[in-house]
């Protein structure tokens, strides 16, 4: 599961992959197939990146839970970056994925 970042359009994307070199690609509009909510820019960036799930059934939960988590999100304080990585650590200390090894990696501000 990944999070990507736009700086010029100050928006953030979730998703779920096996492949995200590719995929990024695929996001930046350099091979078809990215997502229509990340055509408003080609400046994506990893933002930030979760590993440990079990299954990609697992994987995909946790993204749509996050997708969700973020649209209520917004009325919360802070810039959509610092929104999103709260509410990725908020879920992996969660009840539900707490026991398992989940480990959220960060990537360094100076790449967004």
């Known amino acids: ?8 359009a100050r928006r953030s994307y979730v998703g779920a992959t096996v492949n995200a070199p590719r995929r990024i690609r695929q996001h930046r509009g350099e091979l ?3 997502a229509r909510a990340t055509r408003v820019a080609a400046d994506w960036v990893f933002l930030a990146h979760v590993v440990g799930f079990a299954t990609q059934h697992d994987a995909l939960r946790f993204e749509w839970l996050l997708k969700r988590r973020g649209r209520r999100g917004r009325r919360e304080a802070g810039t959509a970056r610092e929104r999103r990585l709260r509410a ?22 100076t790449a967004v």
């Open 32 to 34: 078809v197939g990215g």
């Open 1 to 8: 599961m990944y999070v990507l970042y736009s700086p010029s």
């Open 88 to 109: 990725i650590a908020s879920l992996i200390a969660e009840s539900e994925w707490a026991p398992r090894a989940l480990t959220l990696r960060q990537f360094p501000t």
